[in-house]
């Protein structure tokens, strides 16, 4: 059974750091990609990051370039997105999110591109 765990979340101030954890179990991160999105309250999910282990390719919402790292760690199933100088405007539920496939290209910041989710974990920048 595949499944994917989001965590690591929490209250932060501005200009704070979290990393995010997403774990992975019943498949290998080898054959799949991971996307991370978050939705804030009354907005759409959004895509913030991708990894694709198949061809190292990464991609990053322009709101986060500079300053979200994404990672993987093929031996703990993990990824992890680092995330640095949080604003306000970062506060939301975080997702994880496996795309068994090619590598996707355009469509990674698409929900629909997505195979798998994993549940939320809350991230709360205060001001």
């Known amino acids: 059974e595949v499944q994917l765990q989001a965590s690591g979340g929490g209250l932060v101030q501005t200009g704070g750091s979290l990393r995010l954890s997403c774990a992975t179990s019943?498949?290998?991160?080898?054959?799949?990609?991971i996307g991370w999105f978050r939705q804030a309250p009354g907005k759409e999910r959004e895509g913030v990051s991708y990894?694709?282990?198949?061809?190292?390719?990464?991609y990053y919402a322009d709101s986060v370039k500079g300053r979200f790292t994404i990672s993987v760690d093929n031996a703990k199933n993990t990824v992890y997105l680092q995330m640095n100088s949080l604003k306000p405007e970062d506060t939301a539920v975080y997702y994880c999110?496996?795309?068994?496939?090619?590598?996707?290209?355009?469509?990674?910041?698409?929900?629909?591109?997505?195979?798998?989710w994993g549940q939320g974990t809350l991230v709360t920048v205060s001001s």
């Open positions: 999110a496996a795309d068994w496939g090619p590598p996707l290209y355009v469509a990674w910041d698409m929900v629909g591109s997505y195979d798998y």
């Open positions: 019943g498949f290998t991160l080898d054959d799949y990609a």
């Open positions: 990894i694709s282990s198949v061809n190292g390719r990464t």
